[in-house]
Structures are given as C-alpha cells and as structure tokens.
C-alpha cells in the first residue's frame, strides 16, 4: 500500500477554506487508499514568534478539527509532531546536505520573511522547508497531499532525497506531490491576487471554518468579484468569480458548467447568497463535531500516544539507517 505525509500548522486557531479544500479533504479521502501519516506541526509553528499556553490549545484545536472533518484514527496515523524527536534528529542531517543558496530559493521564506522583516525572520524559519523534508522523509512517504504553494518544497525534498541517496546509497523513497488541481490554490475573497493564508490573508477574505456561521455567510457575501456581470469560470480574467464557483462545487459535488449554467443571466448577488448558505451549511455540523472532540479530552489525548507510537517506530527505523550511512558511530 502506498504511503501519505502531511502536516498542518496549529499557528492559528482556527483552520480556514483553503486549509479544508486544498489539503484535509484530500486527506480523508487518501486514509482509505493509503497507508496514511498526517500530523500538527508544532515545530513548524515557532519557527514565528508564539505564546506557549495559546500554542499548546492551539495544537489539541487542531487535533479537533482534523477528527471533526473526517479523519479516523482507526484508518490513519495522526500525531504531534514534537512527539517524535526524529523529525528534529533527521532535519539536522537534511540542513547539513542542503546548500545555503538553495535554502535561499525558497519563495515562501521570501515571502513571510519579508512580511516580518528580514533582521526579525529566524534561522528557524529560513530552514523550515529542510525541516519538512525530514517530516517526509522519515516515513518513506510515496505522496503528499498538499496544496499548490508547497509544491517547491516537495521539490527541494525530492532533490534531497536524490542526493542523499546518491552520496550514502539508496535510504530514501523520493515522493511525489499530490495535488489536486481544481483545488490547489484557494484566494483571499478580498483579493483574489493572493492565496487564502492564516498569516497573510485579509481579515474579510479568510474564511475560518471556526467562525461563526453569520460571519462566514457575511463574508462570502462580500466577496470581491469584478464590474462584469457574467458568471463564467476564467481564473486569469474572473479570479473573484472563479474562486467562488470551484468552493461552491467542491463543496457541493456541482461541475462548473452546471453551476454556470445555473447562473446564466443572474447576477453575482445570487450566486454568493446561494454560497453563502452551502457554506454555513459546512461550517455548522463542522463546528459542533470539532467542540465535541474538544470536550473529551481523553479520547483527545488517546488518539495522539497511539498515533506517536505508530508513528515513531516508522520514524525511528529510517532515522538509524539514515545515522548508519552518515557513519555516527552507534552507541554501545
Ligand atoms: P501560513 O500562511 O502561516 O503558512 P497556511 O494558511 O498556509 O498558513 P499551513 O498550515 O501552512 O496553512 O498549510 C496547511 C496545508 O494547507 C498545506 O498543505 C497548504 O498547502 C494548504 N493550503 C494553505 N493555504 C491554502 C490555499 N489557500 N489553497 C489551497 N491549499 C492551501
Ligand atoms: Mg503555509
């Protein structure tokens, strides 16, 4: 059976569309065909600045959320990241074989670094992607689900893998993205220009799964579209509308076409009332299932020591390989 990675972020409480439709949803569809690893990435999430208590409820939130939108800790592995000390022990090796250059290639430290400014960004943040790759490549994952801004960091852990093998021999499975195109990407609903983002969206345009229902609804409501009037896929052209239309179908099981079909001749207003309604029903039975999973706090924390156990003796076994071809000598 092939196997999935993926991790996400407990940086901000709540998970947004763009979380949901470009990688959990993949997720719970994959845990059925596949020998399946997911994981909240708490390591990821200091490479920014974080308060402890926040980052603590954060990660058992995200947990939440991952159960209450379809995973099945009897049909897949989930975890804490920082459960696993491997992740950190193999990420060491990967800084060490990556060059400084290709580190800096990077688009997204580009981005956030910027975003904080360049003397504030940390050492952790400029190597978190290298971090990733040892999350990958610790559990010889054949794909990861993912969405489309992670595509170059699947790269760099694809050149990683090949050159390790190269150098020590043949230790590492090189993975693959798996990224669904309809999905991939998911904009801002204010500015449609930039991908829905817990760090750098717009308030308006990030729509949290957490939110109240009202809110949500509103938010769709005033998402920003364009002076035309015509509802037609044309992501180049229409990228507010085209954004709606691939949420409403990806929630709603409609194509495209029926949905422009649907509506010929009526106006934008219609068509984000509608959505609106499609969304908050998500959110709403989304909410209440991720509330009732917070509330055991038992089973909560059942759940991750199985998922850590699993998942440390798949890590543990690649990480002795991995210190064996390096040539640590092994302690006695
Ligand atoms: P940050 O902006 O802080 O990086 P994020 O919104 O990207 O946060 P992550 O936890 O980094 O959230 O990402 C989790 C997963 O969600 C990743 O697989 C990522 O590719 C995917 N993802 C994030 N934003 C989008 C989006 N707008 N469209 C599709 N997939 C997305
Ligand atoms: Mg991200």
Known sequence: VPRVLSGIQPTAGSFHLGNYLGAVRQWVALQESHDAFYMVVDLHAITVPQDPAELRANTRLAVAQLLAAGLDPERCTLFVQSHVPEHAQLAWIMNCLTGFGEAARMTQFKDKSAKQGADRASVGLFTYPILQVAD?????????????????????????????NGRFGATFTVPEPYILKE?????????????????????KGLVNLLDDPKTTAKKVRSAVT???????????????????????????????????????????????????????????PFRERTQQYLDDPETLDSVLAKGAEKARAVAAETLAHTYERVGFLPAK
Do not use: C, W
């Not at 991939?184 to 750098?200: E, H, R």
């Open 136 to 164: 990958i490549l610790l559990y010889q994952a054949n794909e990861v689900p993912v969405g489309e801004d992670q595509r170059q960091h699947i790269e760099l852990t694809r050149d990683l893998a090949e050159r390790f």
């Open 183 to 203: 999905t991939a990407k998911i904009y801002d609903l204010q500015d449609p220009s930039i991908k829905m983002s817990k760090s750098a969206s717009t308030p």
């Open 226 to 284: 364009d002076t035309d009037t015509v509802i037609r896929f044309d992501a180049e052209h229409k990228p507010g509308v085209s954004n709606l239309l691939t949420i409403y179908s990806t929630l709603t099981g409609a194509g495209i076409g029926a949905l422009e079909e649907k509506y010929e001749g009526k106006g934008y207003g219609a068509l984000k009332t509608d959505l609106a309604e499609v969304m908050v029903e998500f959110v709403t």
